[in-house]
C-alpha cells in the first residue's frame, strides 16, 4: 500500500517531536498565548518583501496582481542584505505597479536584522514574503508566527535535516494561529496538472509503473562559481553565488530539480522511501563551488515503484525539460517540454507518439484553453484563503518535496542509499548559527588556504556531504 502525500508528514513529525533534543527556540514560542488570525475581508492587505532578487521581485509583482476579488493589495515595506537588489526591485515593481507600492527608504531595510524591521511594518494577519536563500528560512518563519502574519516563502524549504526539523515544528504554532502559508512549488497550482491529477486518480492512467523527470540544461544562476573577489567578505560572496553553495539552498540540485521530483510524486500520490543515485563533476577548470555538473537519481515508493531523475548543468549537451508517467493503460506528460506552463496529457500507448486520450484544454471546434500562469494562480489561492478564512498550510508538503529532494542529493554526493528517514533525521547541520549572521560575521562554510571549499566525494565522505 503506497504512503499518500497526506499520511507521511505526521508520521516523520511524531519521530522527530518524540526525541529529546527539540529546538531550543521554539519553547519560548510555545509558551505564547496563540489567538487566531483570520483573513482580512474589509481593507488593504499589506506586504513586505525580505529578499529582494529575482524569485521576490516576481512574487511581489504576482502578490500586486491578485484579482479584484483577492485584493487589494500594497507593498509597504522591503529589506536585503545587498543594497542594488534592494534598489533594482523597488525600482521595477514601482514602475510597474506604481499606486501599489508605498516603500519610502526608511521600510527600506540593508542588513540581516532587516527582515525584522520589514515585517515590523506589518499588522496581524498581513503577508509577509520569504525569498532569500532557504538556510535563512526557519529564521524568518519564526518571527513572521510571532508577529501573527499570513506568509509566502519560495521552495525549497530546507537544505538539510536540521532546517527541515525546525520548520515542521514551528508550524505546529502556525496552525494553532491559523496562519495561511504558501509555498513556491507552483506546480501544484496549475490548471493542467491539476486535470491530470484527478484524471489520474479516476485511473484514467491505470495503476503508475514508473515516472521519469529530466531538468538538463546549461549552466543556470550561480551554480558554478570561480574563486571570491579578493576585495568580497566571504559571507557576502557565498549569499550573492548562493546556487554555489549547499548551506544556503541545497545547490543546484535542490534549487531547480524540486519541481520535476514535486510534480511527479504528486502524480503518484506518495513520497519516495529510498534514493541511490550517482553523478560527477566534468571540465570544472577554476569553479569552486560545491555541486555536480549531473546527477542521476532512482527513487523508490512504498509500493517498489520507480521515480528517475535526470539532471545536468553542462553547455553543449542535449537539453530537456519535462516530467512524465506511465500507466497500465498510457503514458501522459506531467509538464514539458520546458517553461513551467504544462502541456499535461495523456496517451493510449507508452510514448508520446501514440494516439492522444485527453489534452488539457482541448476544444471541440474551438482553439485550445491555455492555462493561466501558476505563479500567478499561487497567490490567487493564497489570497482567496487569507481573505475568506480557508485552511491554507503548505509548509508540510513543502519540506516533504525540499527532504525527498535533499534524500536524492545527498545519495548522489555520498554514494550511499539514503532514506527518507535518514534524510529527515541527518545530523550534519549545514548552516550553524545563520540567526545571528551579521554583515561582518565568517560564513558557517569557510574556504582552505587556497581558497577552494569542501566538496561531495562519493564513497569517502559516507555520512555527510561535503
Known amino acids: 500500500m503506497d504512503k499518500k502525500i497526506d499520511d507521511l508528514s505526521p508520521i516523520s513529525r511524531r519521530g522527530f517531536l518524540g526525541n529529546s533534543g527539540k529546538i531550543a527556540s521554539v519553547g519560548t514560542l510555545a509558551g505564547m498565548t496563540l489567538p487566531m488570525v483570520h483573513g482580512k475581508t474589509d481593507d488593504v492587505t499589506k506586504i513586505a518583501l525580505v529578499g529582494c532578487g529575482g524569485r521576490g521581485t516576481g512574487a511581489a509583482s504576482n502578490a500586486l496582481s491578485v484579482s ?33 507600492v508605498d516603500v519610502p527608504p526608511d521600510r527600506r531595510h540593508i542588513g540581516f536584522g532587516g527582515y525584522k524591521k520589514a515585517m515590523d511594518a506589518l499588522d496581524k494577519g498581513d503577508v509577509a514574503i520569504f525569498t532569500t536563500p532557504c538556510a535563512f528560512r526557519w529564521v524568518h518563519f519564526e518571527y513572521a508566527i510571532k508577529k501573527g502574519l499570513n506568509v509566502f516563502m519560495e521552495k525549497p524549504v530546507t537544505p538539510d535535516g536540521f532546517s527541515s526539523r525546525k520548520m515542521l515544528e514551528l508550524n505546529e504554532l502556525a496552525k494553532k494561529k491559523n496562519l495561511k502559508v504558501g509555498v513556491g512549488l507552483m506546480c501544484r497550482h496549475s490548471q493542467a496538472r491539476r486535470e491530470l491529477f484527478s484524471r489520474i486518480k479516476d485511473g484514467e492512467l491505470g495503476d503508475i509503473l514508473a515516472l521519469r523527470a529530466y531538468r538538463m540544461q546549461g549552466p543556470i544562476a550561480s551554480c558554478f562559481s570561480g574563486k571570491k573577489p579578493a576585495d568580497q567578505k566571504e559571507l557576502m560572496f557565498q549569499i550573492s ?50 555541486n555536480f555538473d549531473n546527477y542521476t537519481v532512482e527513487y523508490t515508493f512504498p509500493d517498489e ?37 504544462s502541456q499535461a496529457r495523456i496517451h493510449k500507448g507508452q510514448g508520446p507518439d501514440s494516439e492522444v486520450a485527453w489534452m488539457f484544454g482541448q476544444r471541440k471546434d474551438q482553439r485550445p484553453i491555455r492555462e ?37 542529493r545527498m545519495a548522489a554526493h555520498t554514494g550511499q542509499e539514503i532514506t527518507y528517514d535518514q534524510m529527515l533525521n541527518s545530523k550534519h547541520q549545514f548552516g550553524p548559527g545563520v540567526e545571528n549572521l551579521t554583515l561582518d560575521s565568517d560564513s558557517p562554510l569557510m574556504p582552505d588556504a587556497d581558497g577552494i571549499y569542501p566538496i561531495p566525494e562519493p564513497g569517502k565522505k559516507k555520512f555527510q556531504e561535503y
Open 68 to 100: 479584484l476579488a483577492n485584493g487589494p493589495t500594497k507593498l509597504v515595506a522591503m529589506a536585503d542584505v545587498f543594497q542594488h537588489k534592494l534598489d533594482g526591485s523597488y525600482n521595477g515593481l514601482k514602475r510597474k505597479h506604481p499606486d501599489k
Open 241 to 290: 553565488r548562493f546556487h554555489s553553495f549547499l548551506w544556503l539552498s541545497g545547490g543546484s540540485f535542490s534549487d531547480f530539480f524540486i519541481h520535476n521530483i514535486d510534480e511527479c510524486c504528486w502524480m503518484k500520490d506518495a513520497w519516495p522511501v529510498k534514493a541511490q543515485a550517482q553523478g560527477g563533476r566534468h571540465f570544472r577548470g577554476d569553479k569552486i563551488d560545491q
Open 305 to 341: 515503484t520507480k521515480l528517475y531523475m535526470h539532471g545536468r548543468n553542462m553547455a553543449g549537451c542535449k537539453d530537456e525539460f519535462s516530467s512524465n508517467a506511465h500507466g497500465t493503460k498510457g503514458y501522459a506528460l506531467i509538464s514539458g517540454p520546458g517553461g513551467h506552463r
Open 372 to 408: 493561466n500562469s501558476p505563479h500567478q494562480d499561487e497567490w490567487e489561492h493564497l489570497m482567496d484563503a487569507i481573505r475568506n478564512n480557508k485552511p491554507f498550510n503548505e509548509v508540510e508538503r513543502g519540506v516533504a518535496a525540499s527532504v525527498v529532494t535533499s534524500m536524492g
